[in-house]
């Protein structure tokens, strides 16, 4: 029995662009608190750019045996603080098979004093911390981690100075 020949094309439905203020917005459902991520800081010295960068690692706690992926994140900064929207996974290529987590960095430049870092999901949960940044002394501090008063928010993201990461130029 033969198909039946469409005289039009089906209508694809689009797929829904992720929105990363929708994110802030958003209020997550109930759930547990479960660490899923690290938010890590450290200072790196770029050697072809001769530049020091303020680095935010997002890491998930995860290691991925076949695939390498990387963390898709939309940041945005207003003034003192720094949104980091994690959008989802993204695959790397990859010659020869790791076993690693997700990761992507955040450079930031000039940057000294009191950062306040939000880490936020697309389900809206949304955890911060308060970093204290001295250029001149090389010196990351954080002063705080904390979860945000909002409904529903549960604890995903723990925060961290990574001194051993640190690079500096001369």
Wanted: charged fraction near 30%.
């Amino acid at each position: 029995m033969p198909l039946k020949k469409p005289k039009e094309l089906p209508k694809i439905p689009k797929t829904r662009k992720k929105n990363a203020e929708a994110a802030l917005a958003a209020i997550p459902q109930k759930k547990p608190d479960k660490l899923e991520y690290y938010c890590k800081a450290f200072y790196e010295f770029d050697e072809v750019l001769k530049q020091q960068f303020a680095v935010l690692s997002i890491q998930t706690i995860v290691d991925f045996t076949s695939f390498a992926y990387e963390v898709s994140v939309e940041a945005f900064k207003d003034k003192d603080t720094l949104n980091l929207v994690i959008m989802g996974l993204s695959a790397k290529t990859n010659m020869v098979p790791q076993i690693q987590p997700a990761r992507t960095d955040i450079r930031l430049d000039d940057l000294n004093g009191e950062l306040k870092v939000n880490v936020v999901k697309q389900d809206g949960s949304i955890n911060s911390a308060v970093y204290n940044l001295n250029v001149f002394k090389k010196e990351i501090n954080l002063i705080k981690q904390f979860k945000p008063e909002k409904k529903n928010n549960c604890l995903f993201c723990q925060f961290m100075v990574e001194k051993e990461s640190f690079t500096f130029g001369e």
